[in-house]
Structures are given as C-alpha cells and as structure tokens.
C-alpha cells in the first residue's frame, strides 16, 4: 500500500508497537469489562504516541501512515456510536489502534474485530436469553406491524438494569490481536 510515497505492504513494524498495542488493548479490555467505558488517558495519548512514533522513525511519511490510521479507525465507527451502538470510547480506542497500524491495517483488525463482535453478541445473547427474549418478540411485532399496516410503531422501551451490556472493547482487542498474530506469522492479506 502506497501512502504519501512510502511502500508499506501491510507490514506491521515489530518491537514497540506491539507491545504498545497489547498493552493498550489489555487495559482497555479490562476497563471496558469492568466499567464499561474505556478512558480518555488511555486513548488519547496512545494516538498522540502512535502518530509521534512513526513521525520520529519514518519522517513526515510515517506521519501520515498513522494519520490515515487513526481516521480510518475514527471513522468505522463513528457511525455506530452516532446510532448508539456502542460508546465513545470504542471509537477512540480503534482510532489509537488505527495510529499504530495504518489504515489498512485497522481496517483488517476492523473487520476481524466485527467477526469477534458478532460471536460476542451471540454468545451473550443465548447466556442471558430469558432477558432478551421480550426484546426479540417486541421487535418481531414491530417488524410484523410495519410489514402489514406500512406504520412504524414500535414498542414501549423498558429500560430493564440488569441487561447485560457488549463491552466492545473486547472485541477490538480480539481482533487487533488476530491480526498483529497474522501479519507476525507471514500472513499476506489480499487488500
């Protein structure tokens, strides 16, 4: 992958930043489980160290590789936290990881990490399925009421506490993980 005239060939720089990333993403993880929220100290100076990092080792141009990262990553889910499908610092938290691995790269460990995601919500679906089953009989009737009158009307939220929440910080580790594991072993990706 050409950026601003440099080759990078999604190769992933060895050493510091994926002890960076792992350490980084652990925390986060950890965070996120316990919290639910993944903090500011940890994302924003991650980002400010990525995009320092390449500045100092690859000039201007690496400058720019961890730019487009974090944009990129920024951008994936910017989205979904607009619709409320996850919380600011999942967005921040890929937007750093994207500082350190391009944008090519935090796209690969964005799709990855939607894989890891959609498992995660799965398997926290059918733990907690007396709790999500009014969910999904309330959305079917929804769903059906739109098929049958052409009106959305949609169900009365109740707002229960004890709903379990999808700490996507997990799931960004997991696929961040995967991919520094694959670029590490040789793994050439196709994009």
Not at 86 to 115: N, W
Not at 124 to 144: A, D, E, M, P, V
Request: net charge positive; proline share 4%; glycine share 12%.
């Amino acid at each position: 992958m050409d950026i601003f005239g440099v080759e990078y060939a999604g190769s992933l720089p060895y050493g510091f930043t994926n002890i960076y990333l792992c350490i980084l993403l652990l925390i986060s993880s950890f965070t996120d489980f316990k919290n639910q929220k993944i903090p500011n100290y940890l994302t924003f100076p991650s980002m400010l160290t990525g995009m320092i990092y390449y500045f100092i080792s690859e000039g201007m141009a690496g400058f720019f590789f961890s730019l487009a990262g974090l944009l990129t990553g920024f951008f994936l889910l910017i989205i979904p936290h607009i619709l409320g499908g996850m919380g600011a610092g999942d967005v921040k938290l890929l937007a750093a990881v994207g500082s350190f691995i391009g944008a090519k790269g935090v796209f690969l460990a964005f799709l990855l990490t939607a894989l890891f995601g959609g498992i995660y919500a799965i398997i926290i679906i059918l733990y907690f399925r007396k709790i999500f089953k009014g969910f999904f009989k309330g959305f079917f009737n929804t769903f059906l009421a739109l098929i049958l009158t052409k009106k959305y009307m949609p169900e009365p939220i109740i707002e229960n506490k004890n709903k379990p929440r999808l700490c996507y910080g997990i799931a960004i580790a997991l696929g961040t993980f995967t991919y520094i594991g694959m670029t590490i072993s040789g793994y050439k990706f196709l994009i």
